[in-house]
């Protein structure tokens, strides 16, 4: 029933748009700002190791924190890119409303990387609306590019999947 309800109904479609134009700019100022103003994640990451979500003493993510040690603070120079520009295109994807669900998992991605790494912040929060504006598909974005997009990315689909099937011999 929530479901539908969150899928199907115009207000909804409409309460989606302010939500996720609001997270869009929240996503896509953080992401300009550490695009223009040399972002540097090295110091972020090592602090992450350094100090890592600790329970009766014990890190509660040892994975991440190894995965941080083993990959990420040797290749902070990717991270370094990626961050500000997966920011900023997550912001622009929700502000405009095109390929809104893919925008919404990463930015879920991102807030749960920033979590798992002993940052909380606002991250809680902007899951919450990741949530429903994923969960919520194609009528989040339905006020949006969306409405032209995702049709045209399912024609392009289909004509390929019909070049395929034609082109298979019994």
């Known amino acids: 029933m929530i479901g ?6 115009n207000i ?3 309460i989606l748009t302010v939500v996720r134009i609001y997270l869009g700019w929240a996503w896509m100022t ?6 223009t103003g040399g972002f540097d994640a090295a110091g972020f990451l090592k602090g992450a190791v350094a100090n890592p979500v600790v ?4 890190p509660v993510y040892a994975g991440w924190v190894s995965f941080l040690e083993s990959f990420a603070i040797p290749n902070a120079g990717i991270f370094n890119f990626m961050i500000p520009l997966g920011e900023f295109l997550v912001g ?16 879920m ?6 979590m798992l790494s002993g940052t909380v912040s606002h991250n809680p929060t902007d899951i919450i609306m990741g949530v429903f504006i994923a969960a ?22 289909n004509k390929g999947k019909n070049r395929e099937a034609s082109s298979v011999q019994v």
């Not at 329970?55 to 014990?58: F, L, M």
Request: charged share 15%.
């Open 30 to 35: 953080a992401g300009w700002g550490k695009l």
């Open 136 to 157: 919520a598909g194609y009528n989040a974005g339905k006020y949006g590019l969306d409405r032209y997009v995702l049709p045209y990315l399912r024609k392009l689909v």
């Open 4 to 9: 539908k309800l969150l899928r199907e109904n």
């Open 92 to 107: 622009l994807g929700l502000i405009l409303g095109c390929l809104t669900t893919a925008a919404a998992f990463f930015a």
């Open 55 to 58: 329970h009766d003493g014990h």
């Open 109 to 114: 991605v991102m807030n749960f990387s920033f």
């Open 12 to 14: 909804v479609a409409g």
